[in-house]
């Protein structure tokens, strides 16, 4: 019986040959198969075998949850729950018989990318530098994503940008004593779902804002109702966020990098090795999103641009990795009120530490830096791209932000 990586490496060549009926022989297991053709059907964490552990590590899984999404059972195996699985990876890199795998999206998006009606679109995370190999330039990964049949490749960092305006109007707005605070709704999914599931009496202290990702999709689909949008980054998380019910439609499919660097590696491509293709819109507001505090930082020096003489002046705090989270927001519900603008990053690092991301934080925190100082913008404020993208959805001024324009809002 052929491993369910075996399986999966051989519907990605056979695929990449554009063989999507490939035969597979009768070697394989139907339900991986079905989870690779059909992921959507299936958890965002799946069962690839029976557990064979004793009791007690089924016990140490079950602790190994920071959400509280796998229950042992009697029989010393495990159970997860769906609805409460945040894509924190910390199940499938623990379990010791390699019986549980991350859904992946890889063949359908392939397939859907060639068949695709309307223009077929990458959505690049802001973590992406450094990610797939040393030299890599946005040009060039915009080079190599060509080569698989993509028309384009949209930085999500853009987005960002405009999500960073509405935060700070919106903290303009609404901060007005010591005693008020807000919790940024932008970026990380693990957190709003953190804040939504387990913190939900906070809420009302979190804007109604969609992350970049989905403002990105959204907008695409505004301006190309036909097309194909696959978001690419480092988190497992976004493919459930891509699947909550008020988002859907946004993003047809994501992609971590590590599927994609699969991708290059089975077709031998490096992205070093392309040709130019710039075309970057965003500033270093946007662009600094991928690490910690860079939420935070971003949205401060957009108010200051937009409002510097304003009476309460932001004081941000970041926590990143759950634990580090869990221990802010608990200080925050105990009155211990040190700041008035929160950010939280369910990973060590921010989201270029993300579970999928080939680098690491360590690697790619600089590389984020570095780019982010190369934008001839430093905030959103002085942005042309962002006037001009607004004007195209219809939206006069940044301040219509605040109003209920549906593409970047979400209703919590």
Not at 117 to 129: E, M, Q, T
Not at 279 to 295: E, F, L, M, N
Not at 298 to 320: F, G, H, M
Request: aromatic share 6%.
């Amino acid at each position: 019986m052929k491993t369910f990586q075996e399986l999966y490496d051989e519907l990605v060549s056979s695929s990449l040959k554009g063989d999507f009926s490939a035969k597979i022989g009768a070697d394989y297991d139907a339900h991986q198969l079905d989870c690779l053709l059909n992921p959507r059907k299936h958890p965002l964490v799946i069962r690839i075998g029976e557990c064979d552990c004793a009791e007690g590590k089924a016990r140490e899984c079950e602790e190994r949850c920071p959400f509280g999404a796998i229950n042992a059972v009697d029989s010393g195996g495990i159970k997860i729950n769906p609805e409460l699985c945040f894509g924190c990876a910390r199940c499938i890199d623990g379990c010791d018989s390699k019986k549980l795998a991350e859904s992946t999206e890889t063949l359908p998006a392939l397939k859907a990318v060639r068949a695709s009606k309307g223009p077929a679109y990458a959505l690049i995370a802001p973590a992406f530098l450094g990610q797939f190999s040393s030299g890599v330039t946005p040009g060039k990964l915009r080079t190599t994503l060509k080569r698989l049949g993509f028309d384009g490749m949209l930085e999500v960092a853009l987005f960002a940008d405009i999500l960073t305006l509405k935060e700070a109007l919106e903290f303009d707005r609404n901060i007005r004593t010591e005693k008020d605070y807000q919790l940024t709704s932008c970026c990380c999914p693990m957190w709003i779902g953190m804040i939504k599931k387990v913190y939900n009496e906070l809420m009302p202290h979190v804007p109604g804002s969609v992350s970049p990702m989905i403002a990105c999709g959204r907008t695409v689909k505004l301006l190309h109702p036909d097309a194909t949008t696959v978001f690419i980054g480092p988190c497992l998380a976004k493919k459930a966020e891509a699947r909550e019910k008020d988002l859907l439609g946004a993003v047809d499919y994501v992609l971590t990098f590590r599927e994609v660097q699969d991708i290059f590696d089975a077709l031998g491509l490096d992205p070093a090795d392309m040709e130019e293709s710039e075309k970057d819109h965003s500033s270093r507001g946007g662009r600094i999103y991928a690490r910690t505090g860079g939420v935070s930082e971003a949205v401060e020096k957009t108010l200051d641009r937009l409002n510097p003489k304003r009476p309460v002046s932001i004081r941000t705090k970041q926590a990143d990795g759950v634990p580090a989270c869990r221990e802010m927001m608990n200080e925050l519900l105990s009155g211990k009120l040190e700041a008035n603008f929160y950010e939280g990053m369910g990973c060590k690092g921010g989201c270029v530490g993300g579970p999928r991301s080939v680098t690491g934080a360590e690697k790619g925190t600089p590389l984020v830096e570095a780019y982010g100082e190369k934008s001839p913008y430093a905030t959103p404020v002085e942005n042309p791209y962002v006037i001009e993208l607004l004007h195209r959805l219809g939206i006069d001024t940044i301040e219509s932000l605040l109003e209920d324009t549906d593409i970047f809002t979400r209703r919590f």
